[in-house]
């Protein structure tokens, strides 16, 4: 009778990486019994809650033992690797002692911590290692009229291939899945090593992880995006009673799994082209599909056989094996899609119900059963026969499974001992092997390899031997490597004279510390070594220069970051250090490690392309490095991908999701290659191919504070590009006007912006032309667009395309109006600046649309902004985050206005101190005026009308104001022309020759002008005192006549 049971589920949260501390994560994840609860960053108030068979808190609450165990510092929350194997691995070892099948499933982004629970690190060995050990001291301690068989095996599938990390041969094209009748779907030749001991299985573990660090090299592949599938057959044979018990223990650590945004194809027309995410996509497919049957829903399919890895767990999900699922997360705030992501898809998991069974059965029976079998196979291929049927493939396939049940009947008929005398040979040979490693550690410098994944760095060592060693791909090397960017000969090591030298072959490439080098070098001991594109060594020197310096810190990260600092990108490049504390902003910091991340994908796409004569190169650039937005502050970095054709000039701008979604299928593409297959593939299909875009170039900030003033602006600036650097400059005019069009004059200025409110308002904006554009000068057949977008357009506006001419005069104007004006606007022209971009045009691309259709017109056919109608048209569609976004709006509206009125109650507060002061002056000098003589008095009573006429037909402060506002207009018109002859002079250049006295007069030329820089900057310092000065004498002067 079948045990129905659910799938267990158990969620662990481990530490922050030290990624995730120098990114100044926070928490988002918090634990109560068996509860977990996950909060959204963006709105802390916003909580998800699940729940779950067991909560695993390991992200705090632990410190180190002496052993290197992570243990509980005093809190009873923290669980460590034995609280985890108590719960789940020895559910693993009762459910196969009692003869079910048993699967654990290890599931959650890459660096959540799968690995580390499974596999474990150092002291901190995980469930697979653990299990394994009991079974075996388990199994010395049963009674002695049993037998017990246990077989190990070991697999990883990428890219919907197979491969066995036991064989010392690799099938190309990887191993086959079939089907039988009575054990489900299996891999053809796996190599399944019986075991006796678990020093056996810890060897055969290390023999594994050799083999998938040396695929994931010649595959170019990456293990975070690899399954791996450890495999346990364990059977006891009652030899009393001729009744066999069996259990497969499926131990499966599986691919990362990132959100399909985050992790390359949002936005790209390959999306969903890549086979890599095949059997995670198809996982999900099917848990959905077992959950939906669990709440007693109709489901006509589920897809088991739509990949290799769902055809190797049909058992495992909603079949014969009690299941348990461990979801890893990662507790930052940054990881919060893929981590709710994870927590969901384990929502959906825990539904599942198996009938698991217990697999017993008399072993004469079984061998009846394979006879019997046997049989109906040889009656139905004899049919085949007679009735001259031409059927080959059906034919092969019955004798395949003839000759398999042969096998399986020889298995079961061969004495266990004498399966174990034929690979106790193949121990001995690795036990011999092994001595002989340790030996040669002692003995000889060599190269320990570091590896993306933690688990397969330091597993290869390549010893150096005296003399010389070459190193490459041909197999006539001392030291065999393949990988991307590796030649047959590509360096050799000379170890003589008590030291290590590395010299590079000829256009091969070669990094020491970060450092290209091209030739002999030597090494110390500890130097990082890079070989090709991204094989990554550590060289630990003659024994005479170790010392006992902790080698964990030499990571993947490490040797990544001394490349960048090589290269000149730090954080302090980024601009990551504030002025205030010195402390490095999280923000920058997290774009940093995106860039380390990357660096060795770009190098390897670009020996792909190399190697595929595809004339693209690929390079990381950091968009916003420079950029900010209306206001003035820094918009948000991150890293984007430049390529560009080598023959044609052609440029594209590729996102980090869409490039790394590329990059797998660049990888299928170049395998295919490797295996001498054909790789023409139709344009659409070519993941190295786009058709021809726009490539945004760089912008300017033009602040639009004169407008607000009705002053115009003529202004000549820099149109910057992502890294900070001049691109073109381009010169704008921005002019107040009438509603035909006539621009206003000096006497049209306000002093308050608040003048304008409930007017209406009108201005042009004046493109005048765009100089030195280095865009077009790079090459030919380029063009530019420039676009700019002005208060509440529903779109930006675009010049009509300019081609090929380096210095192009634009002269386009555009007529903008409020008839309205609000205060919203008015705000908006004092504090925001108009983002002029410059977009690249290519040919073959579509140009920006220059029309001004979708825009509001008013009736003299003028643009018009700021309109009510407008704002409430689009708000009738807002969701509900625009509508948080309005709500923030109105809440830095309120802010500003609060600002105004603390600024208002300021002045009159200084205001009412100088009332008081003149109140008391006025009192004390009271008796004095009463024993003056009536004459005076009466004098003093008429120049006390007199001021108060003269205030109000003429207020001397409001005079004051009005000259203090002509003043500044005259200073900000002189500071134009300074400006200008700046821009004149920085943008000067010699010509290029050698001709002494051309270079004479333009250092002359230069010299003249530079000094008539200072002089009108000068003239206009001088000129704005002595207006300032007049202006307080008179305020002066007034102040003084009201208090006589």
């Given at each position: 009778?079948?045990?129905?049971?659910?799938?267990?589920?158990?969620?662990?949260?481990?530490?922050f990486?030290?990624?995730?501390?120098?990114?100044?994560?926070?928490?988002?994840?918090?634990?109560?019994?068996?509860?977990?609860?996950?909060?959204?960053?963006r709105?802390?108030?916003?909580?998800?809650?699940?729940?779950?068979?067991l909560?695993?808190?390991?992200?705090?609450?632990?410190?180190?033992?002496?052993?290197?165990?992570?243990?509980?510092?005093?809190?009873?929350?923290?669980?460590?690797?034995?609280?985890?194997?108590r719960?789940?691995?020895?559910?693993?070892?009762?459910?196969?002692?009692?003869?079910?099948?048993?699967t654990?499933?290890?599931?959650?982004?890459t660096?959540?911590?799968?690995?580390?629970?499974?596999?474990?690190?150092?002291?901190?060995?995980?469930?697979?290692?653990v299990?394994?050990?009991?079974?075996?001291?388990?199994?010395?301690?049963?009674?002695?009229?049993?037998?017990?068989?246990?077989?190990?095996s070991?697999?990883?599938?990428?890219?919907?291939?197979?491969?066995?990390?036991?064989?010392?041969?690799?099938?190309?094209?990887?191993?086959?899945?079939?089907?039988?009748?009575?054990?489900?779907?299996?891999?053809?030749?796996?190599?399944?090593?019986?075991?006796?001991?678990?020093?056996?299985?810890?060897?055969?573990?290390?023999?594994?992880?050799?083999?998938?660090?040396?695929?994931?090299?010649?595959?170019n592949?990456?293990?975070?995006r690899?399954?791996?599938?450890?495999?346990?057959?364990?059977?006891?044979?009652?030899?009393?009673?001729?009744?066999?018990?069996?259990?497969?223990?499926?131990?499966v650590d599986?691919?990362?799994?990132?959100?399909?945004?985050?992790?390359?194809?949002?936005?790209?027309?390959?999306k969903?082209?890549?086979?890599?995410?095949?059997?995670?996509?198809?996982?999900?497919?099917?848990?959905?599909?077992?959950?939906?049957?669990?709440?007693?829903?109709?489901?006509?399919?589920?897809?088991?056989?739509?990949?290799v890895?769902t055809?190797?767990?049909?058992?495992?999900?909603?079949?014969?094996?009690?299941?348990?699922?461990?979801?890893?997360v990662?507790?930052?705030?940054?990881?919060?899609?893929?981590?709710?992501?994870?927590?969901?898809?384990?929502?959906?998991?825990?539904k599942?119900?198996?009938?698991?069974v217990?697999?017993?059965?008399?072993?004469e029976?079984?061998?009846?059963?394979?006879?019997?079998?046997?049989?109906?196979?040889?009656?139905?291929?004899?049919?085949?026969?007679?009735?001259?049927?031409?059927?080959?493939?059906?034919?092969?396939?019955?004798?395949?499974?003839?000759?398999?049940?042969?096998?399986?009947?020889?298995?079961?008929?061969?004495?266990?001992?004498?399966?174990l005398?034929?690979?106790?040979?193949?121990?001995?040979?690795?036990?011999?092997?092994?001595?002989?490693?340790?030996?040669?550690?002692?003995?000889?410098?060599?190269?320990?390899?570091?590896?993306?994944?933690?688990?397969l760095?330091?597993?290869?060592k390549?010893?150096?031997?005296?003399?010389?060693?070459?190193?490459?791909?041909?197999?006539?090397?001392?030291?065999?490597?393949?990988?991307?960017?590796?030649l047959?000969?590509?360096?050799?090591?000379?170890?003589?004279?008590?030291?290590?030298?590395?010299?590079?072959?000829?256009?091969?490439?070669a990094?020491?510390?970060?450092?290209?080098?091209?030739?002999?070098?030597?090494?110390?001991?500890?130097?990082r070594?890079?070989?090709?594109s991204n094989?990554?060594?550590?060289?630990?020197?003659?024994?005479?220069e170790?010392t006992?310096?902790?080698?964990?810190?030499?990571d993947?990260?490490?040797?990544?970051?001394?490349?960048?600092?090589?290269?000149?990108f730090?954080?302090?490049?980024?601009g990551?250090?504030?002025?205030?504390d010195?402390?490095?902003?999280?923000?920058?910091?997290?774009?940093f490690?995106?860039?380390i991340?990357l660096?060795p994908?770009?190098?390897?796409?670009?020996?792909?392309?190399?190697?595929?004569?595809?004339?693209?190169?690929?390079e990381?650039?950091?968009?916003?490095?420079?950029?900010?937005?209306?206001?003035?502050?820094?918009?948000?970095?991150?890293?984007?991908?430049?390529?560009?054709?080598?023959?044609?000039?052609?440029?594209?701008?590729?996102?980090?999701?869409?490039?790394?979604?590329?990059?797998?299928?660049?990888?299928?593409l170049?395998?295919?290659?490797?295996?001498?297959?054909?790789?023409?593939?139709?344009?659409?299909?070519?993941?190295f191919?786009?058709?021809?875009?726009?490539?945004?170039?760089?912008?300017?900030?033009?602040?639009?504070?004169?407008?607000?003033?009705?002053?115009?602006?003529e202004?000549?600036?820099?149109?910057?590009?992502?890294?900070?650097?001049?691109?073109?400059?381009v010169?704008i005019?921005?002019?107040?006007?009438?509603?035909?069009?006539?621009?206003?004059?000096?006497?049209?200025m306000?002093?308050?912006?608040?003048?304008?409110?409930?007017?209406?308002v009108d201005?042009?904006?004046?493109?005048?032309?765009?100089?030195?554009?280095k865009?077009?000068?790079?090459?030919?057949?380029?063009?530019?667009?420039?676009?700019?977008?002005v208060y509440d357009?529903?779109?930006?506006?675009?010049?009509?395309?300019?081609?090929?001419?380096?210095?192009?005069?634009?002269?386009?104007?555009?007529?903008?109006?409020?008839?309205?004006a609000?205060?919203?606007?008015?705000?908006?022209?004092?504090?925001n600046?108009?983002?002029?971009?410059?977009?690249?045009?290519?040919?073959?691309?579509?140009?920006?649309?220059?029309?001004?259709d979708?825009?509001?017109?008013?009736?003299?056919?003028?643009?018009?902004?700021?309109?009510?109608?407008?704002?409430?048209a689009?708000?009738?569609?807002?969701?509900?985050?625009?509508?948080?976004?309005?709500?923030?709006?109105?809440?830095?509206?309120?802010?500003?206005?609060?600002?105004?009125?603390?600024?208002?109650?300021?002045?009159?507060?200084e205001?009412?101190?100088?009332?008081?002061?003149?109140?008391?002056?006025?009192?004390?000098?009271?008796?004095?005026?009463?024993?003056?003589?009536?004459?005076k008095?009466?004098?003093?009573?008429?120049?006390?009308?007199?001021?108060?006429?003269?205030e109000?037909?003429?207020?001397?402060?409001?005079?004051?104001?009005?000259?203090?506002?002509?003043?500044?207009?005259?200073?900000?018109?002189?500071?134009?022309?300074?400006?200008?002859?700046?821009?004149?002079l920085?943008h000067?250049?010699?010509?290029?020759?050698?001709?002494?006295?051309?270079?004479?007069?333009?250092t002359?030329?230069?010299?003249?002008?530079?000094?008539?820089?200072?002089?009108?900057?000068?003239?206009?310092?001088?000129?704005?005192k002595?207006?300032?000065?007049?202006?307080?004498?008179?305020?002066?002067?007034?102040?003084?006549y009201?208090?006589?």
């Amino acid at each position: 009778m079948p045990n129905v049971d659910s799938v267990k589920v158990a969620v662990r949260v481990r530490p922050f990486s030290q990624r995730e501390k120098d990114a100044g994560s926070k928490c988002v994840i918090s634990m109560n019994s068996n509860s977990t609860s996950i909060y959204d960053p963006r709105n802390p108030g916003h909580m998800k809650t699940f729940t779950f068979d067991l909560a695993y808190w390991s992200h705090s609450g632990f410190l180190k033992d002496k052993n290197g165990m992570l243990v509980s510092a005093g809190s009873n929350s923290y669980a460590g690797q034995r609280e985890v194997f108590r719960d789940l691995g020895e559910g693993v070892l009762e459910n196969a002692w009692q003869g079910y099948n048993a699967t654990l499933l290890a599931y959650g982004q890459t660096g959540s911590g799968k690995s580390y629970s499974m596999i474990g690190y150092g002291a901190n060995r995980g469930i697979v290692p653990v299990v394994c050990e009991e079974l075996f001291k388990a199994i010395q301690n049963q009674e002695k009229n049993k037998q017990y068989q246990i077989t190990f095996s070991m697999l990883e599938i990428y890219n919907e291939q197979v491969t066995d990390l036991l064989s010392k041969t690799r099938k190309p094209g990887g191993l086959k899945i079939r089907e039988d009748q009575q054990q489900g779907f299996y891999v053809d030749g796996l190599k399944l090593v019986p075991c006796d001991n678990y020093a056996q299985i810890e060897r055969l573990m290390e023999q594994g992880n050799k083999m998938r660090t040396t695929a994931t090299t010649i595959m170019n592949a990456t293990s975070s995006r690899s399954h791996m599938v450890i495999t346990i057959q364990f059977k006891q044979i009652f030899l009393g009673e001729a009744i066999t018990k069996q259990s497969v223990i499926n131990l499966v650590d599986l691919a990362g799994s990132e959100r399909q945004k985050s992790s390359g194809s949002e936005k790209d027309r390959l999306k969903e082209g890549t086979r890599v995410n095949l059997s995670l996509t198809t996982l999900g497919n099917v848990i959905s599909a077992l959950a939906e049957v669990a709440t007693g829903k109709k489901v006509l399919h589920i897809p088991y056989r739509d990949s290799v890895l769902t055809k190797l767990l049909q058992s495992a999900l909603g079949g014969n094996s009690r299941t348990i699922m461990i979801a890893a997360v990662s507790p930052a705030d940054i990881c919060y899609e893929e981590t709710l992501s994870t927590l969901r898809y384990a929502e959906r998991t825990k539904k599942i119900r198996n009938k698991a069974v217990v697999n017993t059965s008399p072993t004469e029976k079984l061998i009846r059963e394979l006879k019997a079998e046997n049989n109906k196979l040889l009656s139905r291929l004899a049919g085949l026969g007679n009735m001259g049927t031409l059927v080959a493939d059906e034919t092969q396939e019955l004798r395949y499974l003839l000759a398999e049940n042969e096998r399986q009947i020889q298995n079961i008929q061969v004495a266990w001992e004498s399966r174990l005398e034929e690979t106790r040979g193949e121990w001995e040979q690795q036990y011999t092997a092994l001595a002989q490693e340790r030996r040669m550690m002692e003995t000889f410098p060599y190269l320990l390899n570091i590896n993306e994944d933690p688990q397969l760095s330091w597993v290869l060592k390549h010893f150096i031997q005296n003399g010389s060693c070459d190193v490459g791909q041909s197999t006539s090397n001392a030291i065999i490597l393949r990988g991307l960017g590796i030649l047959d000969k590509h360096a050799t090591f000379t170890n003589a004279d008590g030291k290590v030298t590395l010299t590079p072959g000829d256009k091969c490439k070669a990094f020491v510390n970060g450092v290209l080098i091209t030739g002999k070098t030597k090494l110390q001991h500890l130097d990082r070594v890079i070989l090709g594109s991204n094989s990554a060594f550590l060289y630990v020197g003659l024994p005479a220069e170790r010392t006992d310096e902790d080698l964990s810190r030499y990571d993947y990260d490490f040797f990544q970051s001394e490349l960048a600092a090589a290269e000149g990108f730090s954080t302090d490049k980024l601009g990551a250090a504030s002025s205030k504390d010195s402390r490095a902003d999280p923000s920058i910091l997290a774009v940093f490690h995106d860039y380390i991340k990357l660096m060795p994908l770009v190098a390897e796409v670009n020996q792909m392309s190399e190697e595929l004569k595809k004339d693209l190169t690929f390079e990381l650039k950091v968009k916003n490095l420079a950029a900010s937005d209306s206001r003035g502050y820094d918009l948000q970095k991150e890293i984007i991908v430049k390529v560009t054709h080598v023959t044609t000039n052609q440029v594209w701008i590729w996102s980090k999701a869409k490039f790394i979604n590329r990059k797998f299928l660049m990888e299928e593409l170049y395998q295919r290659f490797r295996e001498g297959e054909d790789t023409h593939v139709n344009q659409d299909s070519d993941p190295f191919w786009d058709p021809v875009e726009v490539v945004h170039l760089g912008s300017a900030h033009v602040w639009l504070q004169s407008l607000a003033y009705c002053l115009q602006l003529e202004e000549q600036t820099e149109l910057l590009n992502s890294e900070g650097l001049e691109e073109a400059v381009v010169v704008i005019n921005l002019s107040p006007c009438s509603r035909d069009g006539r621009i206003l004059g000096e006497d049209d200025m306000v002093i308050d912006p608040l003048e304008l409110l409930g007017r209406r308002v009108d201005f042009q904006i004046h493109i005048v032309e765009c100089l030195g554009v280095k865009w077009l000068r790079d090459a030919a057949g380029r063009g530019i667009q420039i676009g700019y977008r002005v208060y509440d357009l529903p779109r930006s506006l675009y010049t009509k395309p300019v081609w090929k001419n380096v210095n192009p005069k634009i002269e386009e104007t555009v007529h903008f109006s409020a008839l309205n004006a609000s205060y919203e606007f008015l705000n908006y022209l004092q504090k925001n600046a108009l983002i002029v971009d410059l977009w690249g045009l290519q040919e073959g691309c579509t140009e920006m649309d220059c029309s001004l259709d979708g825009l509001l017109l008013a009736p003299e056919g003028t643009i018009m902004v700021d309109d009510p109608k407008a704002l409430t048209a689009n708000d009738a569609g807002l969701d509900t985050a625009n509508h948080m976004s309005e709500l923030y709006q109105k809440l830095l509206h309120m802010e500003e206005e609060t600002e105004l009125l603390r600024e208002i109650n300021r002045a009159l507060r200084e205001e009412n101190l100088l009332l008081k002061d003149k109140l008391k002056w006025d009192t004390s000098h009271h008796e004095k005026r009463k024993s003056e003589s009536p004459t005076k008095a009466i004098k003093m009573r008429k120049q006390s009308l007199s001021l108060r006429e003269s205030e109000a037909t003429h207020s001397p402060r409001t005079s004051c104001d009005a000259e203090f506002a002509k003043a500044l207009k005259i200073f900000y018109q002189n500071m134009n022309v300074v400006r200008q002859q700046f821009l004149q002079l920085k943008h000067s250049k010699p010509l290029q020759e050698d001709n002494l006295q051309v270079l004479h007069l333009f250092t002359e030329r230069q010299s003249q002008l530079l000094n008539d820089l200072g002089k009108q900057f000068e003239s206009t310092i001088c000129k704005l005192k002595s207006d300032v000065a007049v202006i307080v004498k008179k305020q002066q002067e007034f102040i003084a006549y009201s208090r006589s």
